[in-house]
C-alpha cells in the first residue's frame, strides 16, 4: 500500500479497525488460554493446543494497539462525525464480506461434510483467488483466462496439501 492509499483511510476507521483486533485479540487469547491443555495425557506444554491461538491473539492486540496509536497520532479524536463512505470505502466494505463470506462458507460449508480436508481447503482457495482476482481494478487481473484458473487451481491443491501433511505429519493433528 503507498502513502497516497494510506492517506485516503480516515484516521477514525483506523481506530475503529484497530479497537475491532484488539477485541478479537482478546478474545482469541482468553479461548486459547481456557483450553484443555491435555496434561492428563502428559502433552508436552510447548506442543499444547492453544499455544499457536494465544501467540496470534496477543499478535493481534499489539498490531491493532499500534493501529490505533498511529490513528490516534492522525487526530483520529479530532475529526467530528463519520464522513459519508466514498467509493473506495464502499468497495473496501464490499472485500471484507465477500472475504467474510468465503470463510464461513468454507467452515460452515466444505470442512467437516464428507468431503476430505484436502478437497475442500482447494475448493475454498482456487475460489478464493479466482473471486477475488474478479474484484481487481486492473482489467487484466480481473480476466479469467485458462491459465489463471491453472493457476489458481495449483496454487489451491498445493497449499492444501501442504497444509494438511504439516498438520497431519509435523503436528500429529487428525484433519477432518
Known amino acids: 500500500m503507498s502513502d497516497d492509499d494510506n492517506d485516503k483511510i480516515a484516521p477514525r476507521a483506523d481506530l475503529a479497525d484497530a479497537a475491532f483486533w484488539i477485541v478479537l485479540g482478546v478474545a482469541v487469547l482468553i479461548g486459547s488460554v481456557t483450553m484443555d491443555r491435555l496434561e492428563r495425557q502428559g502433552v508436552n506444554p510447548y506442543t499444547v493446543p492453544g499455544l499457536l491461538p494465544g501467540l496470534l491473539g496477543i499478535a493481534m492486540i499489539a498490531l491493532g494497539g499500534i493501529l490505533g496509536l498511529r490513528s490516534l497520532r492522525r487526530g483520529a479524536l479530532l475529526h467530528v462525525g463519520p464522513a459519508a463512505p466514498d467509493a473506495h470505502e464502499r468497495e ?15 467452515g460452515v460449508v466444505l470442512i467437516g461434510h464428507g468431503l476430505p480436508f484436502w478437497l475442500s481447503s482447494t475448493i475454498y482457495v482456487t475460489g478464493s483467488i479466482l473471486i477475488l482476482q474478479r474484484m481487481s481494478h486492473d482489467p487484466a487481473v480481473r480476466r479469467q483466462t485458462p491459465r489463471a484458473w491453472a493457476k489458481a487451481l495449483a496454487i489451491g491443491f498445493c497449499s492444501s496439501l501442504v497444509t494438511h501433511l504439516v498438520f497431519q505429519e509435523l503436528f500429529l493433528v487428525r484433519m477432518p
Do not use: P
Open 92 to 106: 473496501r466494505w464490499r472485500r471484507i464480506w465477500v472475504v467474510t463470506a468465503l470463510c464461513v462458507g468454507y
